[in-house]
Structure formats: structure tokens, C-alpha cells
Nanobody
Framework: QVQLVESGGGLVQAGGSLRLSCAAS????????MGWFRQAPGKEREFVAA????????YYADSVKGRFTISRDNAKNTVYQHMHSMKPEDTAVYYC??????????????????WGQGTQVTVSS
């Protein structure tokens, strides 16, 4: 399994931007598709975005499409999530995760084997 560590969370005003990073250990990072999920207080964890092994395909939840961008740098073993035009409802703990599947299956957290510890993102109104 791959070890994942998120960073970049914090407090931002509505309309602002943040960039999350997820650093992976090991030499096989490029063999994993990667995803971002989030969990708000009192709610279930939900899919946010995912990216294929090569980075050629990306998937987004409707709630973040057009505002969030997922990317990866396989040379740096890192996946990113750029978040723009943020809203108070984006407040959550954000988790990155690694998966061995591809395509639309990446929207489902049951297909992810490794998870980071999460990073808190708070958007103030």
C-alpha cells in the first residue's frame, strides 16, 4: 500500500482559493489513480474529484465542477487539488486516497485502498 499525507488546508473566506497537496510514499505512485473526498460535520464522506494514473482523465462531483481542479505530478509523487470560488459549504475535512481501479468507479470510496489522515478546510462567509 501507499502512504498518503495531505497538506494545505486552512481557513479561507468565501470566494477565495486554496491548494491541497497529497504526498505519497513509495515508488509505485504512478500505478494508482488518486481521489479526493471530503467529510463535513454530521455528514457522510463524499466524493470530490479523481484523476487517472497518467493524469489524462479527471472526474468531479457536480458540486465542485468548474471550481476545483485535480492534478498530479508523478515525478514528485504528489496529487493536488486547486480550489477556487470557495463556498461555506466546502467546509470539511478533505482526504486523499489511492485506488487501483479506473474510470467512473473512482467516484466510489469503496474502491480506494489507502487513505490519508485528512486536512481541515474551513470557508468563512
Amino acid at each position: 500500500q501507499v502512504q498518503l499525507v495531505e497538506s494545505g488546508g486552512g481557513l479561507v473566506q468565501a470566494g477565495g482559493s486554496l491548494r491541497l497537496s497529497c504526498a505519497a510514499s513509495g515508488r509505485t505512485f504512478s500505478s494508482y489513480a488518486m481521489g479526493w473526498f471530503r467529510q463535513a460535520p454530521g455528514k457522510e464522506r463524499e466524493f470530490v474529484a479523481a484523476i487517472s494514473r497518467s493524469g489524462s482523465s479527471t472526474y468531479y462531483a457536480d458540486s465542485v465542477k468548474g471550481r476545483f481542479t485535480i492534478s498530479r505530478d508523478n515525478a514528485k509523487n504528489t496529487v493536488y487539488q486547486h480550489m477556487h470560488s470557495m463556498k461555506p459549504e466546502d467546509t470539511a475535512v478533505y482526504y486523499c486516497a489511492a485506488s487501483e481501479v479506473s474510470s467512473w468507479l473512482l467516484r466510489s470510496q469503496e474502491y480506494y485502498r489507502s487513505w490519508g489522515q485528512g486536512t481541515q478546510v474551513t470557508v468563512s462567509s
